[in-house]
């Protein structure tokens, strides 16, 4: 495969191009392509915002597949709010979006997330809740906490929880 990025009017531009994409093989045939692949993005701020673009396609001999994204991120109320947004069509339809925002406080590391996915005839929703405190020496506490729901297996639902320490050296 081929990747070219550049600088461009303050802004990334990123481009890729991949011939034989097949999985397991190395036979390095790249004129008797099954699979190729190609991308672009960007990506550059506008002021506090920063923003990213991708685009990806696949072709190979049964389906085209092709995944369109944004991503967002915006420094706010002391943290930072990271949004996105993702479409595909192909083998998989369908979309996804999330949102984040995590932040300091008085010392602690406080990340919150959501996200709602929609593919094919699945779909499912995530919250997230993680805070870290350092301790001091190395040592930080923590909980974490995450809820799933929709189509994910015969509950619809599963909520998963801990509390602990880590260690770092």
């Given at each position: 495969g081929v990747s070219v990025s550049t600088g461009f009017g303050g802004a990334t531009v990123t481009l890729v191009?991949?011939?034989?994409d097949e999985a397991n093989t190395n036979r390095g045939d790249i004129d008797g392509a099954t699979g190729t692949g190609t991308g672009a993005s960007i990506s550059?701020?506008?002021g506090d915002l920063g923003v990213t673009v991708g685009y990806a396609t696949n072709t190979d001999t049964s389906i085209d597949d092709t995944e369109t994204g944004i991503a967002v991120t915006y420094a706010a109320m002391g943290g930072t709010l990271?949004?996105?947004?993702e479409t595909s069509?192909?083998?998989?339809d369908g979309n996804q979006f999330g949102v984040k925002y995590a932040m300091s406080?008085?010392?602690?590391?406080?990340?919150?997330?959501?996200?709602?996915?929609?593919?094919?005839?699945?779909s499912a929703t995530q919250t997230d809740l993680a805070i870290s405190y350092p301790m001091g020496g190395g040592m930080s506490v923590f909980a974490e906490m995450r809820s799933v729901s929709g189509t994910i297996g015969a509950s619809g639902a599963a909520s998963t929880s801990a509390i602990g320490t880590s260690i770092s050296f």
């Open positions: 191009y991949v011939a034989d550059t701020t506008m990271t949004a996105g947004y069509t192909g083998a998989k406080l008085e010392g602690a590391s406080v990340t919150v997330g959501y996200s709602s996915a929609d593919v094919d005839s699945t």
